[in-house]
Structure formats: C-alpha cells, structure tokens
C-alpha cells in the first residue's frame, strides 16, 4: 500500500462522518500499519506519491482545505472543514429548532382543545337538563324553584299598584281596601320567609295570591259599580267635586307659546246652556296685559283656528277673566274696577269699584301675578274672588249682580290668597289649588257660601306645564276650562253622589 493511501481512507472516513453528523469535527482513526518503505519524508519528497496525493487532494477541495499527518505513535490523523456553501449546516439546525417549537406549541394547542371538547359536553347536559326542567314548569303548575318566587313577587307587586290606585280614587269607605292593604303586605313578608326557608310551600302561596287577587277584582268591580252617575248638566244634586280626569290638551293658544299667562273657556248662560261662545284670551308677554281675544262659534273652529272673531281692547289686567251671558268680565288695567265687555259690540258696558279690593298685584295668586282680581261663573251666576286689607290677604268672595256688577253677598275664609295657585266655584262652592310639583297640584281647600264651612280636600290634579294661570268651569258641561303656559286643557270633573 502506497503511504498516502491510509490518509486518504482516513479522510474519506472523516468525511462520511461529517456528513451523517452534520457537524464539523476532528476525529482520530486507527493508524493503518505503513509499510517498511514508507518513509516519514515521502509527504514532503517529489517521489510519484506526491502526485498521486496531489490528485486525491484535488479531488476533495470541493469540501475544504485539509491537513494530515502521523504522530509520534504512527497515528494518522486529518482535519476536516464542511464548508457552508456545499451543505447549510447551520440552516439545517435552525429549521431543526423551529420545528421542535412548532412541535410543542401544536400539542399545547391540542390539548386545549380536548379541554374545550369535554367542555362543550358538560354544557350541552346542563343544557338540556334545563330545556327539560322549563319543559316540567310549562305543563305542570307546581314547581319549586326560585322561579316560581319571582313570578310571586311579581304579582304580589302588581296587586300593591291595584291596591294604590283604588285608594285614590274610591269615594267610600276603605275599610275593605286597608285590610286587603295590610294582607298584601303580609303576604310579602310571607313570600321573603319562604324563600329562605322552605320552598315547597309554593303552592300553598299561590292560592293564597290566587284568593287575593279574586278579592281586589271584586273590589275593583263593586268600584265600577259605585261610582255615581254624573248630575243632569247645570244641576247641583250632587255632594261636591270627588276627582278630577286626566287632562285634555285642546289646543295651544294662537299667539303661541310665548304667550304664557291668559284664560280661555266658554260662555255660558242659562237660557241656553249647550250653545255658548269659545273665548281665549292670552295676555301680553309682560303677563298683565289683556289686548287681545278671539271668539270661535264651534270647538271644531277652536281647533282649526278658522271664523275666529279678533277684538281689541284697552285694557284688561290679569288671567282672571271669564265669559257670562255674552259678556267679558275683567279686572281694569291698574284699577280697582271690573269691567263688563259686551262680546257683540266690543265695548265697555260698565265699570264699577269693587270695594276694598286689593289691586295691582298686591294679593295675587302664587306663581301667577296681577290676578288680584278673579271672576268666576258657576251654576248660581258670577263670582269674584280676591283679597282686602282688612283679610290680611285671606280670600274673599263675593256674589255679584251680573247686571250691574253690585256685590249682592261675601264671605270670608280662612285661606292666604297667595298661598294658593288659583281657585273656581262649583254650585256655589269655592275649590282652591296648590303645586305639589311641576307636573301635579292639587285642589286641597274647599269653602261652601251655602253652609259657611270649609276644610281640606286631597285630590290629585295633573297638568302638561309648570303653572297654570287660570281655571274656570262651565256648569253645563261640568269641565274645568285651565289655560297651563300657554296650552288651553280641558279636566272633566266627578261629583260625589248624596246619600239616599
């Protein structure tokens, strides 16, 4: 064997290794036992060896440069570099990498799947063990679940607001109505105590709130069937106003909404009650002056603002206008007269003093100035309404001859005048209201000219603006005519009946 020939099989063996390691090293070989003529120099001799060496190394500088030599020990040994450019070493053992972590992160996101598959099982049985439990409760009436106590309370809450609203308005006794009050309450009680305590007493609940609701409807119905009939049109059989409807808006008044302060209503006259002239009569933007007013045939041109008849005149004072046999009847501007126009001609028929009245804003209505002077009309005729110095401000009223305007009686009350946000007579009754807030008042004081008494009232009054600036009633449809900011309302009125 030619001496470069064990070299040459140890570098094709440090190849090979290289190559299935991927990796570059230096390895050491077992020596192969040279020949007796194989000289230590031939690797630096000229000799025919040379070149055939000079061959092989040719053949391997495709893979790199490379050294060998012997040891003291006659080992062979070479050095081996893989160069990148032949096989990407470095390339393969960052794929290698990447691979192993996409490995990992894909099992990771494997078993949370599992997870969320057994997951969805679990909810799927809850779910259909709740379908078929809702399933039970449809068809079967007795169930004992916290359901079954909301669905109570529920009704037991509904049953409270039935209960409200037939105290506020049963014109009787309620008797009845505070006992069924107090077991509702108790029923309440009942239903709180069972829920944390004891659940199967559902049913036990439920025809106990079963009896009870029979009981209000009853109630509720007996209600209906005691309310009394309204009185013939213009008559006083009756015993006073009991409640009051929800308002009616009619229209806004044809100034529009500025005009905030004014009175509007119906003229009314017992010859022929149901045929009467529709006024309104808004004041100036100053909130006293009275100009202007409008007169309409028919409601229907009132809501259309058609064939309205416009007069002017100089000058009324105050929203405490009203209409009585074709007449106007207002407070003379900065006087203590009354005035009586006459619709037909527009002119002032008469003026006269009323006698010691307060004027020019001195006992006005709360919330509304320069109505010291108040005209009413009821079914006994025409009434006025104010305050003297000698009252203290308490109101006084007093019956007029609509003729000539004389005070025929008067009558002193109890009541501030400024306390109060506007008053109309009922059948010679006086009805005072007061603002419980921005969108209720309520007629809380009555004083009846026919027996001399007076006391408190408690009915609730509601209205679509702050304040309202007057109120008048016409006797023949019993509605109360209320100009609220500008809007013209009408509020239908109920009378209690009198004892047989």
Known sequence: MKPGFPCLLGLLGLLHSAVMSVWGVTTTFPSFPPPDSFPTSDFSSGSPTDSAWSASSSKSQSFSNFTGNRDDRGVCQCSVILPDNTFPVLRVERLEITAQTISKKFETELSKVKEYVQLISKYEEKLLNLTVRVSIMEKDS???????????????????????RLKVGFSGSTVIIDQLELEIRNMTLLVEQLETLDKNNVLAIRRQVLALKNRLKECEASKVESTPPPPAPGSCAHGGVANISKPIIVQLNWLGFSYKYGAWGRDYSPQDPGNGLYWVAPLDTDGRTLRYYRLYNTKDDLLLYTNARQNQISYGQGSGTVVYKNNMYVNWYNSQNMAKINLTTNKVDLSQTLPNAAYNNRFSYANVGWQDMDFAVD?????????????TGNIVISKLNDTT????????????????????????????????NTRIEEIFYYYDTNTGKEGKLNIVMQKMQETVQSINYHPFEQKLFVYNDGYLLNYDLVFRQIPQ
């Open 379 to 391: 079914e006994n005729g025409l009434w006025v309404i104010y305050a003297t110095e000698a009252s």
């Open 142 to 164: 007795i169930s004992y679940t916290e359901l079954d106590f909301e669905l109570i309370k529920m009704e037991v809450k509904e049953m409270e607001k039935l209960i409200k």
């Open 405 to 436: 305007l004389a005070v025929l009686n008067t009558w002193h009350t109890k009541q501030y005048k400024p306390s109060v946000t506007n008053t109309f007579m009922v059948c010679g009754v006086l009805y005072a209201t007061r603002t419980l």
